[in-house]
């Protein structure tokens, strides 16, 4: 390089500009990169406490909107059950600290003398039936909202006799898209009810619509089992499709929401171990599937609507999965949940409660217990007091200027 071209490359030194900003200088670079935080309850808050303009950013109802379509899937919180043998209920959290949820901050307030049942759970939503009122009540745990529904006469708890199978979820994306299930409120939201006949020879279901505020005609099918045995478990939603295990064996019963049409499907042809040992699933395929626990193995089955029987896909043996020194002759497995987001199964063994995600078979303890509950499966975007982290910030986070 010649001298006076050198000179000149000295005397011409590069000025700051917006071409040559940081990049988290730009909003809409830092934005993508905020849009890829983990969906867990601390991960916006702790984004919302570096400085003024990041917490803007993350406080902001479109980029919320942004980051639950990008995740589509809420977070399993945990898990609401019964509490003893009383009416009172509660929430065992499953995420790991920081993002573990004290049960304290999910708190139903009752009303002297009811007896709530907690039936349902789904788009973060809980549905209890009233056993001494013939009422259904739908609570928003994240919110405290309640709102109150008065069932129809055919379903008069009092009169008719309990109430089998009840179903609960949010009805918003009925009119919105590209609504995200995951922080649903009480505007738009939809109900589900089934009952036995007198005689047990039929089954009688009724959907119920916030924003009409009716109950729809009752609709119903004969069935294939004396009695139905729902145990306690809640629904399975596929598709628009809400589907029960009416039986212990694997009986299914499914209520098209949009046809509103019932429909019975068999159980497969195998050996049953007992109750609490089977429970419907939604496969990854969005097909409705059976997993089927024996002492030391399960198995799985799906249904296939094209031959219209069950169709056995694989059997997994539990000792490989489980961690050493678990006495695998004397786990005696019993399902107490199923989250049909994640699959995820919520199974008693000797030792303790344990999840069990199905795709990947891992294992991961929850608590010691000997209690044996329906547990029923919440999820949600809970944001963590966003709007008061100035004030409500979890423990061990600080907010910057």
Same mark, same amino acid.
């Given at each position: 390089?010649d001298?006076?071209?050198r000179?000149?490359?000295?005397?011409?030194?590069?000025?700051?500009?917006p071409a040559?900003a940081?990049?988290?200088?730009?909003?809409?670079?830092?934005? @993508?990169i905020?849009?890829?935080?983990?969906?867990?309850p601390?991960?916006l808050?702790r984004?919302?406490?570096v400085?003024?303009r990041?917490?803007?950013l993350?406080?902001d109802p479109g980029?919320?909107?942004?980051?639950r379509?990008?995740?589509?899937?809420?977070?399993l919180l945990?898990?609401?059950?019964?509490?003893?043998y009383?009416p009172?209920?509660r929430f065992?959290?499953?995420?790991?600290?920081p993002?573990r949820?004290?049960a304290?901050?999910f708190s139903?307030t009752q009303r002297?003398?009811?007896?709530?049942h907690l039936?349902?759970c789904r788009?973060?939503l809980?549905?209890?039936?009233?056993?001494?009122?013939?009422?259904a009540?739908?609570?928003?745990?994240?919110?405290?909202?309640?709102?109150?529904?008065?069932?129809?006469p055919e379903?008069?708890?009092?009169v008719?006799?309990?109430v089998?199978?009840?179903?609960?979820?949010c009805?918003?994306?009925?009119?919105d898209?590209?609504?995200?299930?995951?922080?649903?409120?009480l505007?738009s939201?939809?109900?589900?009810l089934v009952r036995?006949?007198?005689?047990?020879?039929?089954?009688?279901?009724c959907l119920?619509?916030?924003k009409?505020a009716?109950?729809?005609?009752?609709? =119903?099918t004969?069935?294939i089992?004396?009695?139905?045995h729902?145990?306690g478990r809640g629904?399975?939603?596929i598709r628009?499709?809400?589907c029960?295990?009416?039986?212990?064996?694997?009986d299914?019963l499914?209520?098209?929401?949009?046809?509103?049409?019932?429909v019975?499907? @068999?159980?497969?042809?195998?050996?049953c171990?007992?109750?609490?040992?089977?429970?419907i699933?939604?496969?990854?395929e969005?097909?409705?599937?059976l997993?089927?626990?024996?002492?030391?193995?399960m198995?799985l089955?799906v249904?296939?609507?094209?031959?219209?029987?069950w169709?056995?896909?694989?059997?997994?043996?539990?000792?490989?999965?489980?961690?050493?020194g678990?006495p695998v002759?004397?786990?005696?497995?019993?399902i107490?949940?199923?989250d049909?987001?994640?699959n995820?199964?919520l199974l008693?063994?000797?030792i303790?409660?344990?999840?069990?995600?199905l795709?990947s078979?891992?294992?991961?303890?929850i608590?010691?217990?000997n209690f044996?509950? =329906?547990y029923f499966?919440y999820?949600?975007?809970?944001?963590?007091?966003l709007?008061?982290?100035?004030?409500?910030a979890?423990?061990?986070?600080?907010r910057?200027?």
């Open positions: 390089m001298r006076h071209r000179r000149r490359l000295e005397a011409s030194p590069v000025l700051p500009g040559h940081a990049p988290l200088d730009d909003d809409d670079l830092l934005l @993508e905020l849009l890829r935080l983990p969906p867990q601390t991960s808050l984004a919302s406490v400085c003024k990041w917490r803007r993350v406080s980029f919320l909107r942004r980051f379509a990008h995740h589509r899937k809420p977070p945990g898990f609401i059950s019964l509490e003893g009383g009172l209920y065992t959290p499953t995420l790991d600290p993002d949820i004290p304290a901050r139903l002297p003398g009811e007896c709530l039936v349902d788009h973060g809980a549905l209890f039936l009233n056993k001494k009122l013939p009422e009540l739908v609570w928003n745990p994240i919110s405290g909202e309640q709102r109150r529904v008065a069932l129809p379903f008069d708890n009092t008719q006799g309990d089998r199978c009840a179903a609960v979820l009805a918003a994306g009925d009119d898209p590209n609504h995200v299930h995951g922080d649903c409120d505007s939201y939809k109900l589900a036995g006949g007198q005689r047990h020879t039929r089954v009688f279901a119920y619509k916030s009409s009716l109950w729809g005609n009752l609709i =119903s004969t069935t089992t004396d009695r139905l729902n145990w629904s399975v939603l628009n499709t809400l029960w295990m009416i039986s212990e064996e694997g299914t499914q209520l098209d929401s949009d046809a509103q049409k019932l019975v499907i @068999e159980k497969p042809v195998y050996r171990t007992g109750d609490f040992s089977s429970e699933i939604r496969t990854a969005g097909s409705l599937g997993v089927v626990f024996t002492e030391l193995s198995l089955w249904y296939s609507d094209e031959v219209g029987r169709v056995p896909q694989e059997t997994i043996e539990l000792a490989s999965h489980l961690s050493p678990v002759e004397d786990i005696w497995p019993l107490l949940g199923y049909e987001d994640h995820v199964i008693r063994i000797s303790g409660l344990f999840m069990i995600q795709d078979m891992r294992f991961k303890e608590f010691g217990t044996i509950t =329906s499966p999820t949600s975007y809970y944001a963590s007091d709007a008061t982290s100035g004030t409500d979890e423990p061990g986070i600080s910057s200027t």
